[in-house]
T-cell receptor
């Protein structure tokens, strides 16, 4: 059971394509996150949104463009990606109270392959 | 900055064996500590957490105790099952919505 859903679950795209990843949370949370998970590396935080405002951009290349139209939805727009961008992209949400007990809940991820 | 150290594995155990996955951390202040589990083809699920020193988090037979003196949060289970095969991530948060994850430890349980 998860209160965070992601679509699509799998995506294959060429380097010239434009695609979008979608995340939706049903937990009433105020903060949402994008992470990149690559083999043999710790999870990399990409973006943080709090009350629809971007509060963190962890030096992510501009070919990744996030959008947060409301507290329940988060998108990651992709264009002119590189093969090294192939990874599992995870969305998470949390209450967003900024405290050290703020717990993040994850979606199942989108497995992205860039050809 | 904050960091979390855990063995990468894989850790291979027979069913009903005792499990320990070590996790140590460095952080400023008083972080909360977490264990997440990732089953094949899925995202991360919160397994357990502890928010202050000497707290013990527990869930599904797994336990971990927040040890401030040794800056550790080792994961233990008395008797593992094949269904416990997954990747286990130790993590901490010191607030401000920043979570630091370890690299993940792959556990394989064989019948």
């Amino acid at each position: 059971e998860t209160g965070v859903t992601q679509t699509p679950r799998h995506l294959v795209m060429g380097m010239t394509n434009k695609k979008s990843l979608k995340c939706e949370q049903h937990l009433g949370h105020n903060a949402m996150y994008w992470y990149k998970q690559s083999a043999k590396k710790p999870l990399e935080l990409m973006f943080v949104y709090n009350f629809k405002e971007q509060t963190e951009n962890n030096s992510v290349p501009s070919r990744f463009s996030p959008e947060c139209p409301n507290s329940s939805h988060l998108f990651l727009h992709l264009h002119t990606l590189q093969p090294e961008d192939s990874a599992l992209y995870l969305c998470a949400s949390s209450q967003g109270n900024g405290g050290d007990t703020d717990t993040q809940y994850f979606g199942p991820g989108t497995r992205l392959t860039v050809l | 900055g904050d960091s979390v150290t855990q063995m990468e594995g894989p850790v291979t155990l027979s069913e009903e064996a005792f499990l320990t996955i070590n996790c140590t951390y460095t952080a400023t202040g008083y972080p909360s500590l977490f264990w997440y589990v990732q089953y094949p083809g899925e995202g991360l699920q919160l397994l357990l957490k502890a928010t202050k020193a000497d707290d013990k988090g527990s869930n599904k037979g797994f336990e971990a105790t927040y040890r401030k003196e040794t800056t550790s949060f080792h994961l233990e289970k008395g008797s593992v099952q094949v269904s416990d095969s997954a990747v286990y991530f130790c993590a901490l948060t010191g607030g401000y919505q920043k979570v630091t994850f370890g690299i993940g430890t792959k556990l394989q349980v064989i019948p």
